[in-house]
Nanobody, 121 residues
Framework: QEQLVESGGGLVQPGGSLRLACAAS????????MSWHRQAPGKERRLVAA???????NYAVSVKGRFTISRDNAKNTVYLQMNSLKPEDTAIYYC???????????????WGQGTQVTVSS
């Protein structure tokens, strides 16, 4: 099994910046897409940004131009640089890996425990 651990969350003021990191510590090798999702109180968990093993990225409309997702394949780590933060960005941010192991036709999904991001003055 893959283990995903998020870090970098905290309290920031509106307009500030924060950088999240997610490290995968498992020993499963294969094709994977890594992504960030967030869930605010009373809301559904929604995709924020995703990046494929080849570097292709997707962003939610609400964060385009403000957030940047990147990855270091050698370290199995994905990052989320968040700029121009708004109170509406307040949520628990979860890291996800969608993995197809080598020699397997199936995909498996792994989730981190989440890290709290609070944007408030």
């Amino acid at each position: 099994q893959e283990q995903l651990v998020e870090s970098g969350g905290g309290l920031v003021q509106p307009g500030g910046s924060l950088r999240l990191a997610c490290a995968a510590s498992g020993s499963i090798f294969g094709i994977n897409t890594m992504s960030w999702h967030r869930q605010a109180p009373g809301k559904e968990r929604r995709l924020v940004a995703a990046i494929s093993s080849g570097g292709n990225t997707n962003y939610a409309v609400s964060v385009k131009g403000r957030f940047t997702i990147s990855r270091d394949n050698a370290k199995n780590t994905v990052y989320l640089q968040m700029n121009s933060l708004k109170p509406e960005d307040t949520a628990i941010y979860y890291c996800n890996m969608n993995l197809r192991p080598n020699h397997s036709a199936d995909y498996y999904s792994y989730w981190g425990q989440g890290t709290q991001v609070t944007v408030s003055s």
